[in-house]
């Protein structure tokens, strides 16, 4: 396939090596409006905004994803198949089901669970095991020390559903699964079957443990401002 492609109408040589990737469009147009130097909208289908600048003198690209695996299926294969993304660092919410968690708490996601088939693709003789790029990983866990962060790293689920009519959410939590988000999974099949980079930081926007804690749609574009800066200076 040519560039442009069908979902994005960007010229071959738009995006940086590195692209943020949050879920929400009006959230990579915050980072872009408040982070980048000289930031250039080059992405606009569907409102699907993305932007490439520069932070602290280095190239960065920030692209939203939308809702769910399907949607950052699509964006993070096209980015990193057509126009050559060498890491993809997904900028998200999450709803926690750890007791040790807490709103605004950051989520380092070292693998991701899912009850997607977005795997069936590659015909595996087994159940394939999403993870992060361990470099990538190992550069947050240090920034998010370093800035002096509430973190945990390790699992979430990426779920295909927000209303489960099972409400089986807190049963991932015998395994140890931390939080619930939409995405990450096939951001991390991606990577892998492309041969590039993914990590996904993810801020607690609720809890199924404390449900009185809870964020703002507007909160949840433009203060979760950590995790944001956490992947711009990994990237």
């Known amino acids: 396939m040519a560039v442009p492609t069908p979902h994005i109408n960007a010229p071959q040589g738009s995006f940086a090596d590195t692209v943020l990737m949050p879920g929400d469009p009006h959230r990579s147009r915050f980072i872009a409006e408040n982070y980048f130097e000289n930031p250039e909208l080059v992405n606009d289908v569907r409102g699907v905004q993305g932007y490439t600048g520069t932070y602290k003198g280095k190239r960065v690209s920030v692209m939203a994803s939308g809702m769910g695996q399907p949607a950052i299926g699509i964006y993070s294969y096209e980015l990193f198949k057509f126009y050559g993304v060498k890491k993809i660092i997904r900028v998200g919410s999450c709803g926690s089901i750890d ?137």
């Open 99 to 235: 007791k040790d968690l807490h709103v605004r708490d950051l989520i380092i996601a070292q693998g991701a669970c899912t009850n997607s088939n977005y795997a069936m693709q590659y015909n595996l003789p087994g159940t394939y095991c999403p993870i992060a790029d361990f470099e990538t990983l190992e550069r947050a866990v240090a920034e998010c020390r370093r800035m002096g962060v509430r973190f945990k790293v390790g699992a979430i689920l990426s779920s295909d559903m927000f209303y489960d009519d099972a409400d089986s959410a807190m049963e991932w939590t015998k395994l140890g699964v931390l939080g619930l988000e939409m995405e990450s999974a096939a951001l991390y099949l991606n990577a892998a079957r492309l041969g590039r980079k993914a990590l996904t930081i993810l801020t607690v926007s609720d809890s199924f443990v404390y449900p009185e804690e809870n964020t703002t749609a507007e909160e949840r574009q433009s203060s979760f401002t950590q995790m944001m800066e956490i992947a711009l200076e990994i990237a």
